[in-house]
């Protein structure tokens, strides 16, 4: 059980009218006083009648996991020129029955950078993608990059803070 939990936006990408990307760093401090960071990505829908908005898809991942996955996607061509419909960049164990993968998806034409995550052994018997994830044109690329570092620092800021050291 947490007992305390901090999470803020660290940046918003805007993709259309009506959908946000919004990066998040959240952390927690659990009664054992154990802290754990991760980073969110998420897509928040705004309501056409323009009262809020609300999330739609996301996914959540460790500082470290955000960390490999920021150089991973530096390491991205400008342009992706390749033809297969879905490229792996990075897969990373969330737990033993889970993992995310983060891809590079040719659909109609479009290219897309995919955070999904990937159902190993459900009890159902399932394996394959989850509704969990997130998808946005590949030109994002480098500002989700900048954001996934954002967040990090953000994370390692306060984490130094709650020890002391700041």
């Not at 033809?83 to 889970?98: D, F, Q, S």
Request: aromatic share 12%; proline share 2%; hydrophobic share 30%.
């Amino acid at each position: 059980m947490a007992i305390k939990y901090n999470k803020s936006v660290v940046g918003k990408i805007t993709i259309g009218p009506h959908l946000e990307i919004h990066v998040s760093g959240v952390n927690f401090i659990n009664s054992k006083r154990q802290y754990t960071m991760n980073v969110d990505i998420r897509e928040y829908r705004n309501r056409k009648n323009g009262k809020g908005s609300y999330t739609w898809h996301g996914v959540s991942f460790s500082r470290e996991d955000a960390m490999k996955i920021y150089d991973k996607i530096l390491k991205l061509p400008p342009v992706n020129t390749s033809t297969e419909r879905h490229t792996e960049v990075i897969r990373l164990a969330k737990n033993p029955r889970l993992d995310l993968i983060v891809g590079v998806t040719v659909f109609n034409d479009r290219t897309s950078l995919d955070f999904r995550e990937w159902v190993k052994d459900s009890y159902n018997g399932y394996t394959g993608f989850s509704n969990k994830g997130t998808r946005f044109s590949y030109e994002y690329k480098d500002d989700i990059a900048n954001l996934l570092l954002e967040a990090c620092t953000t994370l390692q800021d306060r984490y130094d803070k709650w020890l002391g050291l700041k």
